[in-house]
């Protein structure tokens, strides 16, 4: 099993430019989500998918959309890049909720600087 | 309020000594707290996690201490080694809106020196 895998592990955007950043995860799992990674902020959730078809708003939202048409997939797309995007993006995911035992899955991130 | 605050924000140990590394949480609805460890260039992983109906668990040189009362939670790494070296995470999960979700703290950056 792979795991949690994310393309591309780099890249370097101008102000305005667009991207797609693509997760596939090969566990069957429920819930996918997306974080950001900042020097001294932990991570920090962009948005989450409870299931293939839905998606929702984490805490730092704005500014990326995301779609999950496929199970196995959660893209996290930028269509106005800006320098305060510049980070490390992880993505995860999890089976369905069981209380007091949720680990999450992670991928190993995509480096993402906008000039 | 969902927020963890983890101490210290870098942490150098000798080789042998212990780590220690804190975080606090305000938010009574959290019902798991795990610690993931992160490697340069790599994804955290999980390390080791704790309920809070426990006040402590240990897995091998890594111990979780968790004092519900003081809302507080601990990483303790006994004999430390240089593959010890990286960054950890608190985190305290909650099921809110439809997903569990993680609530990570700032991260604590741990050096080794051999």
């Known amino acids: 099993n792979a795991g949690v895998t994310q393309t591309p592990k780099f890249r370097v955007l101008k102000t305005g430019q667009s991207m797609t950043l693509l997760c596939a995860q090969d566990?069957?799992?429920?819930?996918m989500y997306w974080y950001r990674q900042d020097p001294g902020m932990g991570l920090r959730l962009i948005h989450y998918?409870?299931?293939?078809?839905?998606?929702a708003k984490g805490e730092v939202p704005d500014g990326y959309n995301v779609s999950r048409l496929k199970k196995q997939n959660f893209l996290l797309g930028l269509e106005s890049a800006a320098p305060s995007q510049t980070s490390v993006y992880f993505c995860a995911s999890s089976p369905p909720w069981k209380r007091g035992d949720n680990e999450q899955f992670f991928g190993p991130g995509t480096r993402l600087t906008v000039l | 309020q969902q927020q963890v605050k983890q101490s210290p924000q870098s942490l150098i140990v000798q080789k042998g000594g212990i780590s220690i590394i804190n975080c606090a949480y305000e938010?009574?609805?959290?019902?798991?707290f795990p610690w993931y460890q992160q490697f340069p260039g790599k994804g955290p992983a999980l390390l080791i996690a704790?309920?809070?109906?426990?006040s402590e668990k240990k897995e091998g040189r890594f111990t979780i201490s968790f004092n519900k009362s003081a809302k507080q939670f601990s990483l303790h790494i006994m004999d430390s080694q240089p593959g010890d070296s990286a960054t950890y995470f608190c985190?305290?999960?909650?099921?809110?809106?439809?997903?569990?979700?993680?609530?990570f703290g700032q991260g604590t950056r741990l050096t080794i020196n051999p």
């Open positions: 998918s409870v299931g293939e078809g839905t998606t």
């Open positions: 566990m069957n799992h429920e819930y």
């Open positions: 938010n009574t609805a959290f019902d798991y």
């Open positions: 704790i309920r809070p109906d426990v």
């Open positions: 985190a305290a999960s909650i099921f809110f809106q439809g997903a569990q979700k993680l609530v």
